[in-house]
């Protein structure tokens, strides 16, 4: 059964913190993404990265980083957390060709920066 | 760019009832086309996708056709279940591997 874990389902940080969100999955994918969803915003790509220590921005990629050292863990890095990216944050990964196959979804990871 | 645009919600029905989400898009090439859907509390998983134009995607009762001439996805069922209210998701591919979502619709159903 195919799987992509986040490391935390709610995180509380304070605004200035470094923080890091991981993701994992089993399945040998390429590609894996970053995304947060806001209400009314739908989900936005804010990095994926297409093989290890590859990345590409997405849409909304300002005050976030990543990093990608093994092909099964994909980390967003908030550098200096601020207000405005509490947010549900989503992690994905998909083989190459989205026509033929789809991306997994991990179950979101819930920030609250304070 | 490319973009997705579906049905504000929520959308609101009695149990057995008939659902239509509305979904269109907007794209240079010949996208793919894909449902998601998010249950309360977890992540999304496919529902259903269409690769070219006039096919039909189906799974667990929903279906939507691919519509070029309209360019347009939007999701169908007969008949809804309380277990079927979770938020629904459009979405495109265009050529390469990443996915442009439209912003959501949340149904709910009532028994």
């Known amino acids: 059964d195919v799987k992509v874990t986040q490391s935390s389902r709610y995180l509380v940080k304070r605004t200035g913190e470094k923080v890091f969100l991981e993701c994992v999955q089993d399945?040998?994918?390429?590609?894996m993404f970053w995304y947060r969803q806001d209400p009314g915003l739908g989900l936005r790509l804010i990095y994926f990265s297409y093989d290890v220590k590859m990345k590409e921005k997405g849409d909304i990629p300002e005050g976030y980083s990543v990093s990608r050292e093994k092909k099964e863990r994909f980390s967003l890095i908030l550098e200096s957390a601020s207000t405005n990216q509490t947010s549900m944050y989503l992690c994905a990964s998909s083989p190459t060709g989205l026509k033929l196959f789809t991306q997994y979804f991990g179950p979101g990871t819930r920030l609250l920066v304070l | 760019g490319d973009s997705v645009t579906q049905m504000e919600g929520p959308v609101t029905l009695s149990e057995e009832a008939f659902l239509t989400i509305n979904c269109t898009y907007t794209?240079?090439?010949?996208?793919?086309l894909f449902w998601y859907v998010q249950y309360p509390g977890e992540g999304l998983q496919l529902l259903l996708k269409a690769t070219k134009a006039d096919d039909k995607g189906s799974n667990k009762g929903f279906e939507a056709t691919y519509r070029k001439e309209t360019t347009s996805f939007h999701l169908e069922k007969g008949s809804v279940q309380v277990s079927d209210s979770a938020v629904y998701f459009c979405a495109l591919s265009d050529q390469t591997d990443k996915l442009i979502f439209g912003t959501g619709t949340r149904l709910q159903v009532f028994p």
């Open positions: 399945m040998d994918h390429e590609n």
């Open positions: 794209a240079t090439g010949y996208p793919s």
